[in-house]
């Protein structure tokens, strides 16, 4: 799985265990549900960034702690026959891995809920980036249904990887 991690602003301090920690969680993400083949870019930022963008893609004017823009509309969250014989702008043409799409992580919203939930900001950043990988992939929290289902599938993939709260 290729991951494009990037800073906005470019000078935001981020931990390289934090960019790891990022990392290891699209990875595993990714292989639970058979996306090896995928790319993925992660923008790690802060509440003015994610503010700006969440107005801009949202019409919502405040900070959110983490944005998911998918590449593709899935008939079936998960399901990535989308992908084989589809649109050749989901593909990248030089490596033949397809696009999932964009995640945006705000650090300063993964510290304050990480307070917040009495656990730490590894967990938080995990959390966020697991669930976000699940948006990318078709799943959803607006009804009841599939908010319970992608719930079910975030704690099986943080208690898969240690991360328990």
């Known amino acids: 799985m290729e991951i494009e991690i990037r800073?906005?602003?470019?000078?935001?301090?981020?931990?390289?265990?934090?960019?790891?920690?990022?990392?290891?969680?699209?990875?595993?993400?990714?292989?639970?549900?058979?996306?090896?083949?995928a790319e993925v870019s992660v923008?790690?930022?802060?509440?003015?960034?994610?503010?700006?963008?969440?107005?801009?893609?949202?019409?919502?004017?405040?900070?959110?702690?983490?944005?998911?823009?998918?590449?593709a509309e899935y008939e079936r969250p998960g399901d990535f026959s989308i992908f084989r014989g589809g649109d050749p702008e989901l593909f990248n043409p030089d490596t033949g891995d397809f696009f999932l799409g964009d995640i945006v992580l705000n650090l300063d919203r993964i510290e304050s809920q990480a307070r917040e939930y009495g656990h730490s900001e590894r967990r938080e950043l995990a959390f966020l980036t697991a669930h976000s990988m699940l948006h990318l992939f078709g799943y959803d929290h607006m009804a009841e249904g599939e908010r319970?289902?992608?719930?079910?599938?975030?704690?099986?993939?943080?208690?898969?990887?240690?991360?328990?709260?």
């Open 148 to 165: 319970s289902e992608m719930e079910r599938r975030q704690r099986e993939i943080l208690e898969g990887k240690g991360y328990c709260r």
């Open 43 to 71: 923008t790690l930022t802060d509440d003015a960034h994610i503010h700006a963008l969440n107005r801009a893609y949202r019409n919502v004017d405040r900070p959110t702690d983490v944005l998911s823009f998918p590449m």
């Open 7 to 37: 800073r906005e602003p470019e000078d935001l301090p981020v931990p390289d265990s934090d960019i790891a920690a990022v990392r290891r969680a699209v990875k595993t993400v990714g292989r639970l549900y058979g996306a090896e083949d």
